[in-house]
């Protein structure tokens, strides 16, 4: 029988240093007196001891990881986190039951930014600033932190940095060693953090709307600190600055990596997946605003290319910011963001999604089985830029978009069953598989998910969760062989 007990000594270890992570409501709260101070305070020595409390009773089973345990560790560690996560929602928002705060957290641990509270302007900043921290933290993934932090204390980390990596092209080493890779890919993410955080600021946030703001825009998860999102501002610069950055973490983090190291732009010139990921974005932006002035829901085209700009970037990012009810723009136009959400991000970065490179590598496999059937003796490699693709990765590529689709199907039908109409059953599914937050109908940007019933809570849980860790990662534990010696 497989063993968790050395996975669980590296779960409390992480989980103490989780902890760490309240300091920044502790001071939000402390510095507003909003009345959390010691909510904050009572939840991180729980996190503290029962962390504390895995590490000390798991010390002798010690050991360095195995490539399976990489897996099991990655999926304990989100669901884990999430859990310890809820400690202040519970104790400060009367009513919230469990199922809801698991919901809240596991939504921004995982980028998601689905939410099922109502009267965000209302609660404390603490709290507000708290779930975008959340988003700030899966953003990058808590697990790269853990990388380049738990070497250091004399656990390796290889196998957790290939476990929860997204995308086909995991071995890709951007320095000689796994902690300078993610010590690396964490000071980008945070000095980009920072940028933003100034961007909105000067834009005409306050400062604690544009540090919460910048959480929620580089990890492309859509919280808010108000019921309106960014309809709340109604400012086109606030707007403009939002779509910018949601732009830039639309892009793996290893092509800023090396422009910032090299100090060149050539890293996105040779990006080809960026340069897909802009172009079509730029066309459904063009293309939207044509549509919603054709079909007169703004009476001019800049107007139209505002709102169709700043809501198609954030659904085809898998953000879920809004600045408008675009639940009630024709069908198509909603339609087409969430198809965007399904691949338009690039792998390595915050967005969720199947990702450009796994959308290109479909479609350069559809077009070789064309021409086997015109030439069936050709030698026909697909090519990704100027680098040769294995098939082995091809292979995993439709594997992967099988299980995709499978579980947008399967959830889909087990929502419907449930009592949910057809477009708000599968626009729940796709939200929460692609980590993007709103849907439609009854999931709309303009309500909450709260209208769910527990049971279809877990159910978008469960699709947060295998789509934030890319299907293989939580699926694998489902099967018996993974369990056995």
């Known amino acids: 029988m497989y063993k968790l007990f050395p996975i669980a000594h590296i779960l409390g270890l992480t989980l103490m240093l989780f902890s760490l992570t309240y300091l920044l409501p502790i001071g939000t709260a402390a510095y507003y007196s909003d009345g959390t101070l010691t909510e904050f305070t009572e939840s991180m020595a729980i996190s503290f001891f029962i962390g504390l409390t895995l590490w000390l009773g798991t010390r002798r089973y010690r050991r360095e990881l195995k490539p399976r345990d990489g897996f099991a560790l990655v999926v304990l560690l989100w669901t ?7 400690f202040p929602l519970l104790k400060t928002i009367p009513g919230l039951s ?3 705060a698991y919901f809240e957290t596991i939504s921004g641990i995982t980028t998601t930014g689905s939410t099922v509270l109502s009267g965000l302007d209302r609660l404390p900043p603490a709290i507000n600033l708290w779930r975008g921290e959340l988003v700030w933290l899966g953003g990058m993934g808590l697990i790269v932190l853990a990388v380049a932090i738990l070497p250091l204390l004399g656990v390796g980390g290889m196998q957790i940095y290939k476990a929860e990596t997204p995308g086909p092209m995991k071995d890709t080493k951007l320095t000689p060693r796994i902690t300078e ?11 980009i953090t920072v940028a933003c955080s100034l ?6 946030m306050t400062p604690f709307d544009a540090v919460m703001h910048a959480f929620s825009t580089m990890g492309l998860g859509g919280f808010s600190s108000h019921d309106a999102s960014f309809g709340y501002f109604d400012s086109p610069s606030i707007e403009l600055v939002s779509i910018l950055f949601m732009l830039i973490a639309g892009v793996n983090f290893a092509t800023h990596f090396l422009a910032l190291r090299r100090l060149t732009f050539s890293p996105y010139r040779d990006d080809l997946e960026a340069r897909w990921f802009w172009l079509v974005t730029l066309v459904s932006v063009v293309g939207l605003a044509l549509f919603l002035w054709r079909h007169q829901v703004y009476p001019d085209y800049l107007t139209a290319l505002r709102y169709a700009a700043f809501n198609t970037v954030s659904i085809a990012t898998s953000t879920g910011f809004s600045n408008t009810d675009f639940n009630l723009w024709p069908i198509f136009a909603p339609l087409w963001m969430l198809f965007l959400s399904s691949f338009a991000s690039s792998s390595g970065s915050t967005g969720g999604g199947i990702k450009m490179i796994r959308a290109q590598l479909l479609i350069m496999q559809a077009l070789r089985e064309f021409s086997k059937l015109i ?10 830029g100027h680098r040769l693709v294995a098939n082995q990765v091809i292979y995993a590529v439709l594997a992967f978009f099988f299980l995709y689709i499978g579980n947008l199907a399967l959830l889909t039908m087990l929502l419907a069953a449930s009592g949910l109409d057809i477009v708000t059953a599968f626009s729940a599914v796709v939200a929460s598989i692609n980590n993007t937050g709103p849907g ?7 309500v909450t998910y709260a209208v769910l019933t527990d049971f279809q809570t877990w159910v978008c849980i469960y699709a947060m969760l295998i789509g934030r860790l890319e299907l293989f990662t939580f ?10 010696k």
């Open 199 to 204: 961007a909105y600021w000067a834009a005409g």
């Open 375 to 384: 030439h069936p003796r050709a030698m026909l490699p697909v090519k990704i």
């Open 181 to 191: 890779t993610a010590k690396g890919l964490w000071l980008v993410y945070f000095g």
């Open 475 to 484: 699926l694998i534990l489902l099967t018996p062989g993974f369990w056995k």
């Open 440 to 446: 439609l109908n009854q999931v709309g940007p303009a």
């Open 98 to 100: 469990f199922t809801d």
């Open 80 to 86: 884990g986190m999430a859990a310890v996560a809820t």
